[in-house]
């Protein structure tokens, strides 16, 4: 399973990077607006931190418009990085069409804000690299929003369908060990709730008391 970081802030991105466990990034422009940089800031630093696929979302909401604002971004981006860009599009029928022209073009695109199988199915006919499931904002709506990844693996595998599942709107570190039960092909997770993954308070006190008895043993 992949594991994408869902932050535009770079220091969070430079240092998780370093544990040796990132497949990519995942930004959208609430993200960018956290982050207190431009996009073309966030651009200029992230493709050296992390060398998988970096999601950069278009604002626009016609298919021209959103095709115009993709191309304006991978234009942005280093040559030698290009084929990491992956371009955000939002699951509408304008949507839709913009997936399907850019990826005939050979632009890689991530359609956000899916919250059924049936508009995975569609991104995924139109030819979307990725799609994105948004997992807790249906929990926060008081549905059980992991139900969706499984129908969408189901279909997917049914069809052997190539466009890669990320699991979205991660909350806690409970959702990442479901999406990779069902199978998910990548999980894109806040920094915090990655934090939270690499803690055991069982870890921290066999440390500590692995130090104590060294500290008997030791010459
Ligand atoms: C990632 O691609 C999404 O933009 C992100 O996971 C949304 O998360 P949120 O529901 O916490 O805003």
Not at 154 to 164: P, V
Request: aromatic share 6%.
């Amino acid at each position: 399973m992949k594991l994408f970081i869902d932050t535009a802030d770079l220091t969070q991105i430079k240092e998780l990077a370093s544990w040796g466990i990132l497949d990519g990034v995942t930004t959208n422009p609430t993200l960018l607006a956290r982050s207190g940089r431009s996009l073309q800031e966030v651009i200029d630093e992230i493709f050296h931190l992390v060398n998988g696929p970096i999601s950069l979302e278009v604002v626009s909401e016609k298919a021209e418009e959103m095709i115009t604002e993709a191309k304006g971004i991978v234009a942005k981006i280093p040559q030698k990085y290009r084929e990491n860009a992956t371009i955000k599009i939002p699951m509408t029928a304008e949507g839709l069409k913009a997936v399907k022209a850019l990826s005939q073009q050979g632009i890689k695109t991530n359609v956000t804000l899916v919250f059924s199988a049936n508009q995975a199915l569609l991104a995924a006919k139109a030819g979307a690299t990725f799609v994105s499931p948004f997992i807790g904002r249906l929990d926060d709506n008081g549905q059980e929003g992991m139900q969706i990844v499984e129908e969408i693996m189901e279909i997917f595998c049914n069809y052997d369908i190539k466009t890669e599942v990320i699991v979205a709107s991660i909350r806690h570190p409970i959702h990442v060990i479901q999406a990779a039960r069902l199978g998910a092909d990548i999980a894109t997770i806040p920094p915090e709730v990655i934090r939270k993954m690499v803690k055991h308070p069982l870890t921290d006190a066999g440390i500590t008391s692995f130090l104590k008895d060294w500290e008997k043993v030791k010459k």
